[in-house]
């Protein structure tokens, strides 16, 4: 089995979980190959010294500093240039990686070398109401989906996935993915999107990592005015993308209150039924998931997909 891998951390005055973090890094059963952390205008000079400290030794530390705050997707794009080993996956400060989260996730993509990436079912610690919750993907019955499976499921079922939960193949992120500043501060999401378009995915029905969900979070919560632009610049820039989003209907995010908007900006053919009920489904959704007891969530998420 190919062991060696990378992790990408962008950090940004997150102090409250940065050791913890560290933490799990180590505490993998596979150790990664390097730590590449990006300190984003943080202005901290103590920072490196303290990751130094805490992470393992055998892990080689690469530390970029930004003299300014620049996001994660800039960050991303940035830090990317320093991949060197076969698989790497991006670390929050906040998320929890299991032990053998590196160890089932690299098991999987040297059994399917021609994925981009792996996911597992997503687990999420709310720090908000103090509860966990689990969701499940029922309908993923297999390990590895090619692109023509991944458009059908995608097209039938509502779900998303979740960054925290992936692994990639980093040779074909390197040549391929559209994970940068231009594209949008979805850009990691849409990224997953547009590799599965391209190479498929591989998932795993294992528990290997969780989402923290809190309070002044770095989110994607987007306005409707906000997700066409984006829209518009994929219809420009990326066609072949834009028309699988569309035929996915995984514009469900825009509300049905913003259909005149889309027949402003010359995006109807955005607009059908399938879209209009998944754009119903999804609002409910949003509002419902942390209300509901956690033991029935599943069940409900099985309804909203």
């Given at each position: ?40 205008g943080n202005n901290n000079p103590n920072l490196k010294k303290f990751i130094r ?253």
């Amino acid at each position: 089995m190919t062991k060696n891998y990378d992790i990408l951390s962008n950090f940004y005055k997150d102090y409250k979980f940065l050791k913890k973090c560290l933490v799990n890094i180590n505490k993998q059963s596979i150790l990664a190959k390097k730590l590449i952390f990006t300190d984003d205008g943080n202005n901290n000079p103590n920072l490196k010294k303290f990751i130094r400290k805490n992470l393992n030794k055998k892990i080689k530390l690469i530390y970029i500093r930004n003299k300014k705050n620049l996001g994660p997707e800039k960050c991303t794009e940035r830090a990317a240039r320093y991949i060197s080993s076969t698989f790497f996956y991006n670390q929050s400060a906040d998320d929890l990686h299991f032990p053998d989260f590196a160890k089932h996730s690299i098991e999987a993509l040297d059994k399917y070398p021609k994925a981009p990436y792996v996911f597992s079912n997503l687990l999420i610690n709310n720090l908000n109401n103090k509860k966990n919750y689990k969701l499940k993907y029922f309908f993923l019955k297999k390990n590895y989906f090619n692109k023509e499976e991944v458009k059908k499921i995608l097209k039938n079922k509502q779900f998303k996935i979740y960054h925290n939960t992936v692994m990639f193949n980093s040779k074909i992120y390197l040549k391929d993915n559209i994970q940068k500043k231009k594209y949008g501060p979805r850009s990691d999401m849409l990224n997953l999107y547009y590799l599965a378009s391209k190479y498929g995915f591989v998932y795993i029905n294992k528990d290997l990592s969780a989402f923290t969900f809190r309070k002044n979070q770095y989110g994607k919560i987007l306005s409707d005015t906000l997700l066409i632009e984006e829209l518009l610049f994929l219809k420009n820039k990326k066609i072949k993308f834009y028309k699988f989003l569309s035929d996915c209907n995984l514009h469900f995010d825009i509300s049905i209150f913003s259909i005149k908007k889309l027949y402003d900006n010359k995006l109807q053919d955005l607009v059908s039924i399938s879209w209009f009920l998944r754009s119903i489904k999804f609002w409910i959704w949003k509002k419902i998931r942390f209300f509901v007891p956690a033991r029935i969530l599943q069940v409900a998420f099985k309804f909203f997909s």
